[in-house]
Nanobody
Framework: QVQLVESGGGLVQPGGSLRLSCAAS????????MGWYRQAPGKQRELVAT???????NYRDSVKDRFTISRDNPKKTVYLQVNSLKSEDTAVYYC?????????WGQGTQVTVSS
């Protein structure tokens, strides 16, 4: 059974940091590229960052130099370190395979940036 479980979100002040985690199961994690996505209220889900099985990374422009995606293949876990958070980063964050997404998304983890 394919499963994605995100965690690590919370309420932080502008400029704060969080480390998001996503535990994956039910597919061959190490050979799949993974992505972090986010969905803000009233907006479409958007791709934030991707990482290949070998560790090559890409980021959307608005998060470059602030977010870092990483993975631990033996633990089947992908991480997103989010620094220098801004109010516009407020969203529910999800992980999934990239580009061939799994149909069933996890519950996501809420990140709220507010003073």
């Amino acid at each position: 059974q394919v499963q994605l479980v995100e965690s690590g979100g919370g309420l932080v002040q502008p400029g704060g940091s969080l480390r998001l985690s996503c535990a994956a199961s039910g597919f061959t994690f190490s050979i799949n590229s993974m992505g972090w996505y986010r969905q803000a209220p009233g907006k479409q889900r958007e791709l934030v960052a991707t990482i290949s099985g070998g560790g090559n990374t890409n980021y959307r422009d608005s998060v470059k130099d602030r977010f870092t995606i990483s993975r631990d293949n033996p633990k089947k876990t992908v991480y997103l370190q989010v620094n220098s958070l801004k109010s516009e980063d407020t969203a529910v964050y999800y992980c999934n395979r990239w580009p061939n997404q799994i149909d069933t998304w996890g519950q996501g983890t809420q990140v709220t940036v507010s003073s």
